[in-house]
Nanobody
């Protein structure tokens, strides 16, 4: 499975972005997917996860109410809508493919990583 993340960029505080993650194989539709992020000097942290059918989602407390994860299994794409962005959201955002069908919330549950897309929020 190869994951291609896109959609990052430079945005002002309060702005919005949509990240996309294109998976290379249809088998991703049977697995949970998610997004993590890593800021300079910090560990990679969980942001959002979604189950294989999309019926269950989970979010880090720091992004609840501002970010939304969704997926289109017919197109093998996972999205992350980022709203009300803050400078603290600045990081490299990684798409993640889970080992199973459930919601990803931990790095240990990730089988494959995408290459990352940079999100920079200016104050």
């Amino acid at each position: 499975v190869q994951l291609q993340a896109s959609g990052g960029g430079l945005v002002q505080s309060g702005g919005s972005l949509i990240l996309s993650c294109q998976a290379s194989k249809r088998t991703s539709s049977n697995n949970g997917m998610g997004w993590f992020r890593q800021a300079p000097g910090k560990e990679r942290e969980f942001v959002a996860g979604i189950s294989w059918r999309g019926g269950h989602t989970s979010y880090a407390d720091s992004v609840k109410g501002r970010f939304a994860i969704s997926r289109d299994n017919a197109k093998n794409i996972v999205y992350l809508q980022l709203n009300s962005l803050k400078p603290d959201d600045t990081a490299l955002y990684y798409c993640a493919h889970g080992r199973g069908s459930g919601v990803i919330t931990r790095k240990e549950s990730v089988a494959y990583w995408g290459q990352g897309t940079q999100v920079t929020v200016s104050s």
